[in-house]
């Protein structure tokens, strides 16, 4: 791209706030151990990762609507690393959760079901919150956990960036071939208001008509030609320069046909 999209560098500018702000909390938190220093490390690679996400796509004239996709891909992920690891390192700290809780037996239970029935459910719950920060503590859930959600991000920024690409490339070749329309016409214009006879300038007409009249649609098959025709015009060019209307005529009408094959192979092609 020839230039990075402003935005961006606003865009990053704020998610770089948010890491300070995070980075402050953690080291206020004082949680260091291996679970809580996986989630550091995946959050501030998602960051790094959001930061480079311009520079991915190789086209210098690669739409920048493509780079701000990508971006937008990069910022959910950023936040999808910082939503969990905050959960992890939340789980790695010393709570302490108190499980005790008088259960009644099954002979007290009919009698105490209006009061046996919430401590159960109190029990189970407490239970479930002990398993559950087991869980979220563990090391390698952690580990797991992050490695899924980058490899889930990497592998729709691959796809996304490669159909981008493609895109690019597609739009490239399109200006391309409008390109070549424009020049060709453009230059036939000129040289045709460059010529006094109107024998050889109705035939330098002929010529611009049919170009500026062809279909902008190209195809790789016809880049000789059209390199031809263009290579023709500049002929044309030096023997207008040189007025001789002999050659002017004689050119003119190979050019013309050029064109016309041209067109032709187009409709062939497609």
């Known amino acids: 791209m020839e230039k990075i999209n402003k935005s961006w560098f606003a865009v990053d500018a704020v998610f770089f706030i948010i890491l300070i702000i995070f980075n402050v909390f953690f ?31 190789k086209g210098k004239k690669t739409p920048a609507v493509f780079g701000n996709i990508n971006q ?27 499980t005790s809780v008088n259960v009644p037996n099954i002979e007290q239970l009919g009698e105490l079901m209006g009061d046996a029935v919430p401590s159960v459910y109190l029990f189970a719950a407490k239970i479930a919150a002990k398993l559950a920060v087991a869980f979220l503590k563990n090391f390698t859930v952690v580990l797991t956990v992050q490695l899924l959600i980058a490899g889930l991000y990497l592998i729709i920024l691959i796809i996304n960036t490669a ?16 390109n070549y329309i ?32 062809s279909p902008v649609k190209s195809h790789q098959d016809l880049v000789e030609i059209e390199n031809r025709i263009l290579h023709a015009i500049n002929d044309l060019e030096k023997e207008i320069a040189a007025n001789n209307n002999e050659k002017i005529i004689t050119s003119a009408i190979s050019l013309l046909s050029d064109v016309k094959e041209r067109n032709i192979l187009l409709k062939t092609i497609n």
């Open 163 to 178: 159909a981008n690409e493609r895109t690019a490339e597609a739009l490239e070749i399109r200006q391309e071939q409008i």
């Open 27 to 57: 080291f206020s938190l004082g949680v260091f151990n291996a679970s809580s220093w996986v989630s550091y490390f995946f959050i501030h690679l998602s960051f790094f990762l959001l930061v480079i996400t311009p520079f991915l796509l």
């Open 182 to 213: 424009k020049i060709a016409s453009a230059k036939l214009k000129l040289l045709m208001d460059r010529v006094d006879n109107k024998e050889a300038r109705r035939k330098v007409e002929s010529v611009y008509d049919a170009v500026s009249t």
């Open 72 to 98: 937008a891909f990069s910022g959910v992920y950023f936040f999808a690393a910082l939503i969990a690891g905050l959960i992890f390192i939340f789980a790695s700290m010393d709570i302490k959760i108190d």
